[in-house]
């Protein structure tokens, strides 16, 4: 995007994408999913350029690491935001569909994706979006835990996502095989899971039988994530 600059930053232990956009005519900068570990890193990059971070953000309640947002917002003033679903008293901002962030002449549009959670959003800035753990590269989001929903799923990925244009570029929460972004075209021809000539009752035949094991801290992720990274409550 002009006038912008943008890094996409890694977390090795759980393969979460961190991504930094910031707008060089206010200097404001944003984060996108920020992890616990590596926040010494991320606020170093943020002062090396020269931004002040206005906004803290989370594509949904995490289960495989410990959001960094609080802490963010602890050191730096920024605003944390999350989706309204996920019901987390702590954050700033309770982001819905159709909202918009904005940071000098940037602009980041909040699409609602739920499926893998019900907080699951997805932000498009200009010919990117940011997916979360919805649309992955190859891949997309389990389903079977945080109230998932194969069906709920397939029509945030067909009705929002695979509407944008084919050369909007696709930036994933994770991946796991050393894949940075693809192309909504991509993925619509592309995805092991959900291309887009497969049916609703196959995709959810196929999230069925996944049989994957649980994330090694979903115990500890979910409730610390529920309070902005601290912990709040157990897991049900």
Known sequence: MEGA????????????????????????????????????RD????????????????????????????????????????????KV???????????????????????????????????????????GDALLIRGNGRTDFQQGSPQRLYESIHSRLYTLPDDTMVYPAHDYRGQ???????????????PQGRSREEFEELMRNLQLSLPAKIHEAVPANLGCGKPTRAVV
């Open 180 to 194: 940075t972004h693809s192309t909504i075209g991509m993925e619509k021809k592309f995805n092991l899971r959900i």
């Open 43 to 86: 606020l170093r990059l943020v002062e090396e350029l020269d931004f002040n971070l206005k906004y803290a953000i989370d594509t949904h309640i995490h289960a495989d690491h410990v959001t960094a947002a609080g802490e963010i917002r602890r050191r730096t003033l920024a605003k944390t935001a999350v989706s309204r679903s996920a």
């Open 89 to 131: 008293d702590c954050a700033d901002i309770a982001l819905e569909e159709g909202q918009v962030l904005s940071m000098g002449g940037q602009r980041l549009r909040v699409l609602a994706t739920p499926g893998h959670t019900d907080s699951c959003l997805s932000f498009v800035w200009g010919r990117r979006v940011f997916t």
């Open 5 to 40: 600059v943008f890094y996409q930053l890694f977390e090795s232990q759980s393969s979460t994408y961190t991504y930094l956009i910031g707008d060089l005519q206010s200097r404001d900068a944003l984060l996108i999913d920020p992890v616990l570990e590596t926040i010494d």
